[in-house]
């Protein structure tokens, strides 16, 4: 069993950063690839980022590639997204998520979302 905890959404203008944090609980968490996906009003749930095990692979969706990175932190149980040049529609809510083989939008494990608003 996983939960994860996300944190660092907020309001930000375009061309803006937000770094977001996602904890998880566990001792297992460097078994876990993990993973970003987000949900804008009215629109179905996407895939952002995600990464490998030990952090040495990772993916982005083509809509946010050179703009967010995902790192993680197997010390910490910790896995992030910096987020720069945000656009009004990066907004949304953003989900961490877990599983043991590989991070899909059918994953073992969900946070509970933190919310990104990109407005002037």
């Known amino acids: 069993q996983v939960q994860l905890v996300e944190s660092g959404g907020g309001l930000v203008q375009p061309g803006g950063s937000l770094r977001l944090s996602c904890a998880a609980s566990?001792?297992?968490?460097?078994?876990?690839?993990m993973g970003w996906f987000r949900q804008a009003p009215g629109k179905e749930r996407e895939f952002v980022a995600a990464?490998?095990?030990?952090?040495?692979?990772?993916g982005y969706a083509d809509s946010v590639k050179g703009r967010f990175t995902i790192s993680r932190d197997n010390a910490k149980n910790t896995v992030y997204l910096q987020m720069n040049s945000l656009q009004p529609e990066d907004t949304a809510v953003y989900y961490c998520?877990?599983?043991?083989?590989?991070?899909?939008?059918?994953?073992?494990?969900w946070g509970q979302g933190t919310q990104v608003t990109v407005s002037s």
């Open positions: 998520a877990a599983d043991r083989v590989v991070v899909t939008i059918t994953a073992d494990y």
């Open positions: 566990g001792r297992t968490f460097s078994r876990y690839a």
């Open positions: 990464i490998g095990r030990s952090g040495g692979t990772t």
